[in-house]
Nanobody, 123 residues
Framework: QVQLVESGGGLVQAGGSLRLSCVAS????????MGWFRQAPGNQREVVAT????????YYADSVKGRFTISRDNAKNTVYLQMNSLKPEDTAVYYC????????????????WGQGTQVTVSS
C-alpha cells in the first residue's frame, strides 16, 4: 500500500506557473504508474497527465499539452506536475494517484489517491 500527499497548489494569475509535488510513502513509488487528475466544481474528475513506472512514457490530456509537464524522481518517491501558461479553466482540485499498472489513463485504474490540492487561476 502507498500513501500520497500533494502540495504546491495555490492562487495564480492567468499566464503564471505552479509546480505540484506528490510524495509517496509506504511502498516505493517506482512500483506504480502515477497520474495527475483534476476535478472542477460540477465536473467529473478528468485525467491531466500520467507517467510510467520508469518515467519513460507519458500521456497528456489535449487541454494541457505543451503547457504541463509530468515528471518523477523515484529516488525521492516524488512525482511532479509543472504547469505553465495557466488558464482560468485550469482551476480545479488536483489529485495525485498511483496505479499498479505500468501506465494508465483511466481513473478507475488507479488504486491509491491523495487528498488533493486546490489550484485557482484568476483572469
Amino acid at each position: 500500500q502507498v500513501q500520497l500527499v500533494e502540495s504546491g497548489g495555490g492562487l495564480v494569475q492567468a499566464g503564471g506557473s505552479l509546480r505540484l509535488s506528490c510524495v509517496a510513502s509506504g511502498r516505493t513509488s517506482r512500483d506504480y504508474g502515477m497520474g495527475w487528475f483534476r476535478q472542477a466544481p460540477g465536473n467529473q474528475r478528468e485525467v491531466v497527465a500520467t507517467i510510467s513506472r520508469s518515467g519513460g512514457s507519458t500521456y497528456y490530456a489535449d487541454s494541457v499539452k505543451g503547457r504541463f509537464t509530468i515528471s518523477r524522481d523515484n529516488a525521492k518517491n516524488t512525482v511532479y506536475l509543472q504547469m505553465n501558461s495557466l488558464k482560468p479553466e485550469d482551476t480545479a482540485v488536483y489529485y495525485c494517484a498511483a496505479s499498479t499498472l505500468l501506465i494508465a489513463t483511466m481513473s478507475s485504474r488507479y488504486e491509491y489517491w491523495g487528498q488533493g490540492t486546490q489550484v485557482t487561476v484568476s483572469s
